[in-house]
């Protein structure tokens, strides 16, 4: 195996580890905060994947221009609309279903494994069960090559950049803005962030939405790597929740860490076996980890 | 309030009646093709029994009984296999190309060690998975994650070995399958098929009963509400972890054996994350930590599947989606807490001239039961 091919693997195990980050953030914060596991997260990324295909198809033509910007600045455009689409959605299921369920974290997690149901179903009643595909901008068509051996696709340099995008806009909304100060509050002691006036229940809304988004960005993201169908969502959830409980929880060091080792072993481990051995493997990684650190990479240290 | 007793009575009579029912009245009166279906929903009421014991009563969210269904129905399907080969080799084989039979097939030529192998390999993957699990104190959520993931890996390992186990096609009985010498075909083979299944139900219904009745059941109750508390008491919560979870797991694996020749095929996508989540659908309609309840929902839910499928596979996708928010949000207690709660309820309000504290212990009792549901959920 040449050392290039590692690298070039290497590569793709970070491009699909930032997806998963993205994928993942929202997973570790609203179970942080809420003690909420949501299942329905990967059908979060398939609308944010629809919304980006709907989008050029129906909005981007409404919009006018020529047909190369339907699929070049709109494409932008459309990302940012898969993130608002899937927050609200977010929003609406947080006050719907996910409210009623405190301190029920188990029920939570059917509850929400039925909408993602639902919403998977309802994709497959609107779109059809064959895969559509979104055209990826020209901009963003062909390789950086490093050397004569790796080529590193745009594609993938683009999300990767997304991606380091929505993590420094996290992080500055958590620790500079009021808003994203008292989600932190309420992050390491509920009860007092409660009594010294945080709205907690509002921060929680907030909180869900945000990382709904986020997974929409993720969905949006992976319509340039391949075709999207109603299942999308669930080949990339299983990976998201083993980075939640490989970074620990309501941690953004350690979810980004847990998201990118996860993503370059899998590719890695894939290179020398099988996509499958690959994800056993991983697993067994992570089983292993958990003996010594059960609570994950990053623990939030508190006194509550 | 009832008389315990003659509560206890009549818990013997309704089990009673049930018997009779399943074992004289359904085999004559169904046809074959509604009698089989019958089988495989009573196969799957003893894979829920297994999952309630873990759930209802000990509060641990297993995602994986799909995973231990599987196997059992897996080990089962290779002895038939090799019984309907003979000498020669199962017939997916040849068409791979294999020449000879792989040595992990070799024993699974006796009967007693497929039927075994199908109840102890789930009961051990559970001891092995139990003690790394439960050592290391992940609990919660963070179980079900972990089962879950465990359950899709094992589904993808299976889909990937064409050569050994025929991949994503699964062993299928056909036509010329047999068992123990008989056609699986013929109805008296069918008809018997079904009675074993009638009865290895209800000894687990048996089996559950002691034990959730016994003072391990108790162990476990404590186990779902103060897990901490049991710790301090001297107790070891990671024995009676790893004790339920394999006991759950035998349960799912007795229920894949005799799933399979009824169910007519086993495949990866019988054992994957989708199989498992229904069986906790079945649990939780028909009433966590009620084992009656996990019969009864395993066999409504399913009912209901079979019936609503017939019209429209994507119409029951979303029902059942309805049917996991409905529940939770409305009825945590399933049908049967369900019941109890509100027969509670009635029964105090018809009985206003009854010595008032009996009405207000059942309220009660019902109620503690309810939280139990709730309690189960955490």
């Known amino acids: ?304 | 309030m009832i008389d315990p007793k003659v509560r206890r009575y009549a818990g013997w009579g309704a089990f009673a009646v049930a018997a009779i029912l399943l074992l004289f009245v359904a085999p004559s009166s169904l046809s074959g093709f509604n009698l089989n279906l019958l089988g495989r929903f009573l196969s799957y009421a003893i894979v829920a029994l297994g999952l309630d014991l873990i759930w209802g009563y000990a509060g641990m969210l297993s995602l994986g009984q799909g995973l231990f269904f599987g196997l059992g129905a897996y080990c089962f399907a290779m002895y038939v296999q090799l019984e309907q080969a003979g000498n020669k080799l199962p017939d997916f084989m040849g068409l791979y190309g294999l020449s000879a039979l792989p040595a992990i097939w070799e024993p699974f030529h006796s009967p007693i060690f497929a039927l075994g192998m199908a109840i102890l390999l789930p009961m051990a993957l559970a001891t092995v998975l139990g003690y790394i699990v439960f050592r290391s104190r992940v609990k919660g959520v963070y179980f079900s994650i972990i089962t879950q993931a465990l359950t899709f890996i094992v589904s993808l390992l299976l889909i990937g070995q064409q050569q050994l186990i025929n991949g994503t096609n699964g062993l299928p009985i056909n036509d010329s399958s047999t068992l123990f010498g008989h056609s699986l075909q013929q109805t008296g083979t069918k008809q018997a098929i079904y009675l074993v299944t009638v009865i290895c139900l209800g000894l687990a219904f048996l089996l559950c009963r002691y034990v959730s009745g016994s003072r391990f059941g108790r162990l476990l109750i404590a186990l779902r509400d103060d897990e901490n508390r049991l710790r301090f008491a001297g107790y070891n919560p990671v024995k009676i972890k790893i004790i339920v979870f394999a006991l759950a797991a035998g349960l799912a694996g007795l229920g894949g054996v005799l799933f399979f020749p009824q169910g007519g095929i086993v495949s990866p996508a019988s054992m994957g994350i989708v199989p498992s989540i229904e069986i906790v659908i079945w649990v939780a309609v028909g009433g966590r930590g009620t084992l009656i309840g996990a019969v009864i929902g395993a066999l409504v839910v399913n009912e209901g599947k079979s019936w609503i499928s017939t019209k429209s596979p994507d119409a029951w996708q979303l029902v059942m989606g309805a049917l996991f928010v409905g529940v939770v949000l409305l009825f945590p207690a399933g049908i049967v807490g369900s019941i109890q709660i509100y027969g509670a309820r009635l029964w105090a309000r018809i009985n206003k001239n009854a010595p008032p504290l009996g009405v207000v212990a059942a309220v009660h009792e019902a109620e503690s039961e309810m939280s139990g549901a709730v309690e189960a959920s955490k």
Request: hydrophobic fraction near 55%.
């Open chain 1, 1 to 304: 195996m040449a050392g290039s091919e590692i690298v070039q693997q290497a590569f793709n195990g970070l491009s699909l580890g930032s997806i998963l980050l993205l994928a993942a953030m929202g997973l570790a914060f609203s179970f942080g905060l809420m003690n909420v596991i949501n299942m329905a997260h990967g059908e979060f990324i398939m609308v944010g994947a629809y919304v980006t295909y709907l989008f050029q198809q129906k909005i981007a033509p409404a919009l006018g221009g020529t047909a190369a910007t339907h699929s070049g600045f709109y494409f932008i455009l459309s990302i940012g609309a898969a993130f608002f689409v899937t927050a609200l959605l977010g929003l609406l299921l947080e006050a719907i279903v996910i409210r009623r369920l405190y301190g029920r974290p188990l029920d939570t997690l059917l509850a929400t494994w039925g909408i993602g149901l639902m919403l998977q179903t309802l994709a497959r009643l609107i779109f059809g069960a064959s895969n559509v595909a979104v055209t990826a901008p020209d901009w963003l068509k062909g390789a950086w090559n490093v050397t004569d051996s790796i080529a590193l696709p745009y594609k993938r340099l683009f999300i990767i950049a997304l991606v380091v995008i929505c993590i420094i806009g996290i992080y500055l909304y958590l620790n500079r803005s009021s808003s994203g100060r008292r989600m932190r509050a309420a992050l390491q002691n509920r009860e007092m962030a409660a009594c010294l006036g945080v709205a907690t229940r509002r921060v929680d809304a907030y909180m869900f939405a945000l990382g709904a988004g986020l997974a929409g960005v993720a969905g949006a993201a992976l319509t340039l790597l391949g075709q999207i169908g109603p299942t999308l969502g669930t080949n990339y959830i299983v990976d998201a929740f083993l980075v939640v409980v490989l970074g620990g929880v309501g941690s953004l060091p350690g979810t980004v860490i847990a998201a990118v080792l996860i993503g370059v072993f899998n590719a890695v481990f894939e290179l020398g076996t099988t996509a499958t051995l690959g994800k056993v493997m991983v697993f067994i990684l992570i089983i292993a980890f958990l003996q010594w650190r059960p609570a994950g990479l990053v623990t939030l240290r508190s006194r509550a």
